[in-house]
């Protein structure tokens, strides 16, 4: 064969092949009209080749005359091929990026009806050209009455606080070209005017060359969220003015025993130490490298449940005691404790007040304690000082002996001084008011306790001082009390000066209102002075600068006088000393007495022929008063308690020889005391006349004698002279 | 001798040649384009040789003509093969 011929026959074979391959595979590609031409392409190069293979290989040119008409036909078929090829492709990938487009369209629709948040676009002109589910909702339109229309006809934003129109979203998006987020306060007012507050942002959209050809704006109702906060705010508000305003401390802890919080009372307290945050609280607190011991705090970490301390407070602060509860914060949901809250309380004066409390009660233990010590013992003076003057009396005074009974004398007085001040500490009543020449008082009183220090006394009384009207054992109180804290501010020595004055019609006295006549009495010292900052409190119980000071003695001072209706004042400066001023009340028309030294006691008056009725438990007490009332010329009867007292009374009356005057002893130790047997007396006769005898000088009783009955009133122990003039002064009552 | 029906035929092919050149971008859409296209080329190509053995080397350029029909056959082949083959449709 010629080689032309097996080329041309292999171009056959290949075409036959091309063709028996697309019959085969018809169903698998391409569209029908393409296969058809396909088809009718490569059955016609097939005959061309058929054509060259019969006439090359020698075998017959029968097909040559078809030949030149299928050749010419071969260009023309490629053609139509490819034309129909190329648009059957080009409609198919129409069709494929048609249905892409819908697809991604029916995306785009769903994605944008489920985003949650309300979504706008808009084209660079700021027409509507997309609204979701949400805008329609917000902003009241739907996308079909919206489309096209501008945005701000649609979206009206303004500014929630001042309802002014917010800028133009849009406007904005396309000036920057950037993605916006707009202010916090905005609020959208929809169609029907709802507001709703909103937090907005827009953002340009570009194509892909990055040109923007619209804006879409997104936002969201922001009420309910916006609400939430402002009532969490509102809370918190609520709380913080809760914790700023309590006026104890809070402190919240972690469970390290950092401090995290604090309110301004824990600031003010600790104000040497702030800020407190951050810090660990026994550091902050108490100045110390550990947690305390106790600590309740540390107990809560431990218990889970409310611990509760008084603990020292700062070491060197006012805050001497804090009473601390710890609260533990737990998880909601786990109940792990996450920290402590720690309440703070400053127990400082409720600490001091429980401790003078204690004081006090010890004080009025001892105060029963001396004034039972002081009744016994004044029974005991009574009897002792009233032989001792009747001794006194019936001895001339050069008799050797004298001597001897006037210093015994002169002691007991000492002991009658002591055992008031033991009453008046004891009891500290009453004041038992008579006529006092203060200037003996004062002379006596600070010569007394004076005595063997190197402190002299300059006094400057006038011998026409006023008396007063005051209890001369309180009084005398008061001005040793004084005397002594001068004495005590001058340990080198110095000098003590006593002056007193009568004040007529004093009108107004610094600091309490009182009119009337008064003696003043000034106590100056040259000591070391009162620090100002200590001066106002010098006056108030168991404060004391000194170490040894038990902190009563000046508290007794004012109370003594505060109940003798005056007033005290001080004045001090640091190292030069103090002044003591004391007003007291003179008393009316008062004229200094001149002392008697010896009264004359065999003076006879009504006394002589009374009839007196001594009523005592002790019989030392009653036979020195008998012998007191025979010396003034009585007749005297005794009693030993209120049941025999009345017996007695009842049958000298029946007897025709009723008694003139009972003399009652107060305190009748398992008997009827004086108070009592007052009472059934004067039921019997309404116009006995009865006295009251007591050493408890300080008893309201004897301080107020005719609230209960009595016409007069005996403080134990008494002098004849005392004795005989109260009985004179009843015996003269109708 | 250049034959009247062989003038047509390359006008014609030269026709199409540039229907071609002008909607290449749009033939490049077609799968395998490249293979069907050489093959066109491959005839294209038999058609100016057919004119041109009647001025020179006529026995060899005739020989090269009837490879470049049996080129063409053969990418034919290919092409539908590539196309309506068993992985045709994947393609």
Redesign the interface.
């Known amino acids: 064969m010629n ?2 011929g097996i ?2 026959f ?6 036959l ?3 028996v ?2 019959w ?3 169903k ?3 569209e029908h009209d393409v296969k058809l031409l ?1 088809t009718g392409l ?1 059955t016609l ?1 097939l005959l ?2 058929l054509s ?1 293979t019969l006439e ?1 290989g020698g075998i017959t040119k029968a097909l040559d005359p078809f030949e ?1 008409y299928i ?2 036909l ?3 078929l ?2 139509f091929f ?2 129909t ?2 648009k059957t ?2 409609t198919t ?1 129409r069709k494929r990026v048609l249905e892409a487009l819908r697809k991604s369209e029916e995306s785009l629709h769903i994605t944008l009806n489920s985003i949650g948040d309300a979504v706008i676009a808009t084209d660079t002109y700021g027409n509507i050209t997309r609204m979701n589910p949400v805008a329609e909702k917000l902003t009241g339109w739907t996308i079909e009455e919206a489309g096209n229309k501008p945005l701000s006809e649609i979206v009206h934003i303004v500014n929630a606080l001042t309802k002014e129109p917010a800028i133009n979203p849009i406007k904005h998006v396309m000036k920057s070209g950037n993605i916006v987020g707009f202010a916090n306060h905005t609020a959208l007012i929809a169609r029907d005017g709802t507001e709703y507050q909103i937090a907005d942002s827009g953002a340009p959209i570009r194509d892909d060359n990055g040109n923007i050809f619209g804006v879409v704006l997104i936002f969201r109702d922001m009420s309910e969220i916006y609400a939430k906060e402002q009532k969490l705010r509102e809370n918190e508000n609520f709380l913080n003015s809760i914790l700023e305003n309590v006026q104890d401390g809070i402190s919240i802890l972690d469970t390290k025993l950092t401090i995290v919080h604090v309110n301004r009372v824990m600031n003010k307290w600790y104000s040497e130490n702030v800020p407190l945050e951050g810090k660990k609280c026994f550091r902050c607190y108490h100045n110390s490298d550990n947690p305390c011991n106790p600590c309740p705090s540390m107990r809560c970490l431990e218990s889970g449940k409310t611990e509760m301390d008084v603990i020292p407070g700062l070491p060197g602060s006012d805050i001497q005691w804090i009473e601390l509860y710890s609260y533990p914060i737990k998880n909601h949901d786990s109940g792990e404790i996450t920290g402590i809250i720690e309440f703070i309380k400053d127990v400082t004066e409720r600490k001091k007040t429980e401790q003078e409390l204690l004081k006090s009660k010890k004080m009025e233990s001892i105060g029963i304690l001396a004034g039972g010590i002081a009744h016994d013992f004044n029974n005991i003076l009574t009897g002792l000082f009233g032989n001792i003057e009747l001794a006194k009396l019936n001895i001339p005074q050069d008799h050797s002996s004298y001597p001897y009974i006037e210093t015994a004398n002169q002691a007991l007085w000492k002991a009658i001084h002591l055992t008031k001040q033991l009453l008046t500490f004891a009891k500290g009543g009453d004041p038992i008011f008579d006529a006092v020449d203060l200037k003996s008082v004062v002379q006596t009183t600070v010569m007394f306790n004076l005595s063997g220090s190197n402190v002299k006394a300059r006094f400057n009384m006038p011998d026409n001082l006023w008396q007063i009207k005051a209890d001369k054992g309180q009084i005398s109180q008061v001005i040793a009390n004084l005397t002594i804290n001068a004495k005590q501010a001058m340990p080198e020595g110095g000098n003590l000066y006593i002056n007193a004055a009568t004040i007529k019609d004093l009108n107004k006295i610094p600091e309490r209102h009182l009119s009337g006549n008064f003696v003043k009495l000034s106590i100056r010292d040259e000591g070391v002075g009162i620090y100002p900052k200590y001066v106002e409190n010098i006056f108030d119980p168991y404060f004391s600068t000194k170490q040894t000071g038990s902190g009563l003695g000046l508290a007794t001072v004012h109370s003594i006088i505060t109940k003798h209706n005056g007033h005290i004042s001080v004045d001090s400066i640091p190292d030069v000393g103090t002044t003591f001023t004391i007003f007291l009340p003179a008393e009316k028309s008062s004229h200094k007495q001149t002392a008697t030294t010896h009264p004359d006691l065999t003076e006879r008056t009504k006394l002589a022929s009374g009839h007196i009725l001594v009523m005592d438990d002790e019989k030392t007490v009653r036979n020195v008063v008998g012998a007191m009332l025979e010396f003034c010329g009585c007749t005297v009867a005794f009693s030993s308690d209120g049941k025999d007292t009345l017996e007695k009374y009842t049958s000298a009356d029946k007897n025709g020889n009723p008694f003139d005057i009972v003399i009652m002893d107060l305190t009748i130790p398992g008997g009827i005391g004086g108070k009592e047997a007052a009472k059934k007396l004067l039921a019997i006769d309404p116009e006995a006349k009865i006295i009251v005898s007591s050493g408890y000088s300080t008893d309201p009783v004897m301080a107020n004698y005719n609230n209960y009955g009595f016409k007069g009133r005996l403080v134990k122990p008494f002098q004849t002279e005392d004795l005989k003039k109260e009985l004179s002064r009843v015996m003269e009552m109708e | 001798m250049i034959q009247q029906n062989e003038i047509i035929l390359l006008l014609l092919g030269l026709g199409a040649l540039i229907f071609i050149l002008g909607n290449r971008p749009r033939l490049q859409l077609l799968p395998r384009s490249k293979i069907l296209i050489s093959g066109f080329y491959m005839l294209l190509a038999s058609w100016i040789l057919t004119i041109l053995e009647g001025f020179l080397l006529g026995e060899l350029l005739n020989f090269i003509e009837h490879i470049c029909y049996a080129g063409s056959a053969v990418l034919m082949a290919v092409w539908c093969r590539q196309v309506f083959g068993k992985n045709g449709r994947q393609r």
């Open positions: 080689p032309i080329v041309d292999i171009a056959f074979m290949a075409i092949t091309a063709l391959t697309l085969r595979g018809w698998r590609a391409l396909l490569l190069t061309h080749y060259n090359w030149d050749e010419i071969e260009p023309v490629w053609v490819f034309y090829f190329m492709i080009e990938e």
